[in-house]
């Protein structure tokens, strides 16, 4: 059974430009989680997506925006960005969205920007 | 989610057994304990989760206390591969969603 995948693994990108990171669930899993990593703040939740639609969405600004398809995949889009915006970013997929459910992480991907 | 205090890290030799504490004293009634790590440079990775009853399976152990206040992660022989960033969350046990939402988490030394 394939696991999470996260594309692409490395990206660098310029100060106000924008970018989208892209995340495979496991087969059958209908949730998506995405989350930000940095040393100074540590692993921050950003949203959740379950069957289309935005479930839950954590404190971070409006730059930051998600979806996911029918297929349950789900992409991440950051606007003009901003050099603490620099981070791993980790998707997570889920079969179901009950308390006793385990997730499942990807490697990430390592936004750096310049 | 109810918060959680973990000691900021741990060491221990190869081959001994680990015991990792979790203070949780505002857990409610339905909240689910939940064990993940993270190894350098991978994301999290589940080693495991338990409500009342303690909870062994083949990477660790989970010891609950009776009040529910505190758990602590069993690992029964340590090695290299261990050495990893371990996370004590707790989740409401409804349809509450995916997020999840980690504190600093121990760091686990493994030495040889």
């Known amino acids: 059974k394939a696991g999470v995948t996260q594309t692409p693994r490395y990206l660098i990108k310029t100060r106000g430009q924008q970018v989208t990171l892209s995340c495979s669930p496991i087969?059958?899993?209908?949730?998506v989680s995405w989350y930000q990593q940095t040393p100074g703040q540590g692993l921050q939740f950003l949203f959740e997506?379950?069957?289309?639609?935005?479930?839950n969405k954590g404190n971070f600004p409006g730059r930051f925006s998600g979806r996911q398809f029918s297929n349950s995949r789900s992409e991440m889009n950051v606007s003009t960005l901003e050099l603490g915006d620099s981070a791993l970013y980790l998707c997570?997929?889920?079969?179901?969205?009950?308390?006793?459910?385990?997730?499942?992480f990807g490697q990430g991907t390592r936004l750096t920007v310049v | 989610d109810a918060k959680t205090t973990q000691p900021n890290s741990m060491e221990s030799n190869e081959e001994e057994p680990v015991h990792l504490p979790c203070n949780h004293s505002?857990?409610?009634?339905?909240?689910?304990i939940h064990w993940y790590r993270q190894l350098p440079s991978q994301g999290p990775e589940y080693v495991i989760h338990?409500?009342?009853s303690n909870v062994n399976n083949r990477m660790a152990s989970l010891a609950i206390a009776e009040d529910r206040k505190s758990s602590t992660l069993i690992l029964h022989r340590a090695t290299l591969r261990d050495a990893a960033v371990y996370y004590c969350?707790?989740?409401?046990?409804?349809?509450?969603?995916?997020?999840?939402?980690f504190g600093t988490g121990t760091s686990l030394t493994v030495i040889p």
């Open positions: 087969s059958g899993h209908r949730s």
């Open positions: 997570a997929s889920s079969l179901g969205r009950q308390g006793n459910t385990e997730a499942f």
């Open positions: 505002t857990i409610s009634g339905t909240d689910y």
């Open positions: 997506y379950f069957s289309e639609t935005q479930r």
């Open positions: 969350i707790l989740r409401h046990g409804g349809l509450t969603g995916n997020q999840f939402y």
């Open positions: 338990g409500l009342t």
